[in-house]
């Protein structure tokens, strides 16, 4: 995949986001590790002493130096616990956080005609399951059909 590629499917999913959330909008972010954030569109005013700024809106960072695909399946991770927080502002739940992320790259992917990754994905979260909250989230998923289809299988 190229960055071009990958850029277009995240813009897609900013865009529908955003039309779903006009007041609350979407920011993606590429960085590396180390570097500053900036809010995307905030500038200070001319003739301006001082600014008092509310923001509301989901930032999603994604690291600069990674390979075209991880940044779309790390994107794709982050997606569904964007999703995730929307919903749950006063209940927010990691292990359930979690479990929606991995359902949104394994709904994502494979949207995109982009199967393989999905396999991936999931064979990447299966090794981060033998620590919190992966393990538990993989744990809630096992029943889950999405999550069957695309697990690593046992010697895999």
């Known amino acids: 995949m ?3 590629q990958v850029q277009a499917i995240v ?8 039309t779903e959330n006009p007041n609350y909008p979407m920011w ?3 960085a590396g590790p180390g570097d500053p954030l900036n809010i995307p569109g905030a500038t200070f005013p001319q ?8 923001i509301n809106a989901h930032l999603i960072v994604l690291n600069k130096n990674m390979v075209a695909e991880s940044i779309l399946t790390t994107f794709a991770h982050e ?8 919903g749950h502002t006063h209940n927010f739940n990691d292990v359930d956080s979690e479990v929606a992320a991995i359902r949104s790259s ?6 995109e005609d982009l199967e393989p990754l999905a ?9 981060m399951a033998a620590k919190e909250p992966y ?13 069957r289809k695309y697990r690593p299988q046992p010697g895999e």
């Open 106 to 111: 394994l709904t994502i992917l494979p949207k």
């Open 47 to 54: 003739n301006t002493a001082g600014m008092e700024q509310p």
């Open 135 to 147: 393990k538990s989230a993989v744990q809630r998923l096992e029943s889950d059909s999405l999550w």
């Open 28 to 30: 993606i972010v590429l």
């Open 11 to 18: 813009q897609k999913y900013v865009n529908e986001w955003n």
């Open 119 to 127: 396999y991936r994905e999931a064979k990447a979260i299966n090794e």
């Open 2 to 4: 190229t960055s071009e």
């Open 79 to 86: 997606y569904g616990h964007a999703v995730y927080r929307r």
